[in-house]
């Protein structure tokens, strides 16, 4: 009985809705903002040289991860609100089910990574050039990369195993797996435990270390006698905070679930979070409410002004 179809078929944002085509203004705006503002954001600290740290190469990768998320998602996206063709083939889906779970990992530890390096900055200031040298921090992003792809092959090998003998309907706006696991024609209960299981791995293990580190950093702010020095460590932490607030909250509320009380309404609300919300919000949030990068932005409108 297994479906000799080639398509999966996407139904959307709001399924079965007759005015898709109304929303696309606003997924247009939102990727639209997303790119602009990431690869700005590339290109400030690539030409700043006071932006050649290692918060602001953490800060470039995580760039990197928002683009790649936006570029998975929102182009098939928009094209099923415009065209209302909702169709996705198997490789396509396979790719967005690769991309979406490797960049999702990977931003897990690199948030946890960000956490370690504020606190060595804030509680080491003398060692910090020691432990986090350029080799220790492109060591910390390989692994935070390599961890997301260790994943991503694991879920896309298991979820295209199963037999998909039912309506092959993904109730998403994009190929995610919980939605996938719905409509497989076998017993999935196994491979969701080993899903739960991976999720305390790349989910709850970092956020413990973001955790463990913040309250460090807490701990050394309250004791500087320096109100300037209190300011800018509580600048450069809470923007870090509010980032990793409305990624975790989206991919715990996603992915720490088990399927009986997931709802497609309930997934497709939150994965908004993680694939379009907080590739637009990042780069507002860490140049908005810091200084340096604001300084480095008016001078490089000053050059082109010159």
């Known amino acids: 009985n297994h479906t000799s179809r080639s398509e999966f078929i996407l139904l959307g944002l709001f399924s079965y809705s007759t005015y898709d085509f109304l929303f696309f203004p606003f997924v247009l705006l939102a990727s639209t903002s997303a790119l602009v ?36 998602v929102v182009p098939k996206m928009a094209a099923n609100l415009l065209l209302g063709r909702k169709f996705i083939s198997w490789g396509g889906c396979a790719i967005q089910v690769f991309l979406v779970v490797m960049v999702g990992g990977a931003e897990c530890f690199l948030l946890a990574v960000m956490a370690y390096d504020r606190y060595v900055a804030v509680c080491h200031p003398l060692r910090y050039p020691v432990l986090m040298n350029w080799k220790a921090c492109s060591l910390l992003a390989l692994a935070s990369w390599m961890g997301g792809v260790a994943d991503s092959v694991i879920d896309v090998g298991m979820v295209f195993s199963f037999p ?26 196994l491979f ?5 299981a991976c999720c305390v791995v790349m989910l709850l293990l970092p956020l413990g270390v973001i955790v463990a580190s913040y ?7 309250i004791r500087m006698p320096s109100t300037e020095g209190k300011q800018k460590a509580l600048t450069t932490c809470s923007s870090h905070l509010a980032v990793v ?16 009380t997931r709802t ?12 379009i919300l907080t590739p637009v919000l990042n780069p507002l949030i860490y140049s908005l409410r810091n200084r340096e990068v604001t300084r480095a932005l008016r001078m490089v409108l000053e050059r082109w002004r010159v």
């Open 37 to 72: 503002g990431n690869i700005l954001f590339l290109l400030l600290i690539q030409v700043n040289r006071h932006l050649h740290t290692p918060m602001y190469f953490f800060l470039s990768q995580l760039s990197i991860m928002d683009l790649i998320i936006m570029s998975t």
């Open 164 to 189: 998909y003998c039912r309506s092959l309907e993904v109730d998403h706006f994009f190929c995610e797996v919980p939605a996938l696991l719905r409509l497989a024609c076998a017993d999935t209960s």
């Open 192 to 196: 969701e435990d080993l899903i739960y």
């Open 215 to 221: 309250a460090r950093v807490l701990a050394a702010v």
């Open 245 to 260: 607030g409305l990624y975790y909250g989206g991919a715990m509320f996603s992915y720490m679930q088990r399927a009986s």
């Open 264 to 275: 497609p309404v309930r997934n497709r609300a939150t994965s908004i979070f993680y694939t």
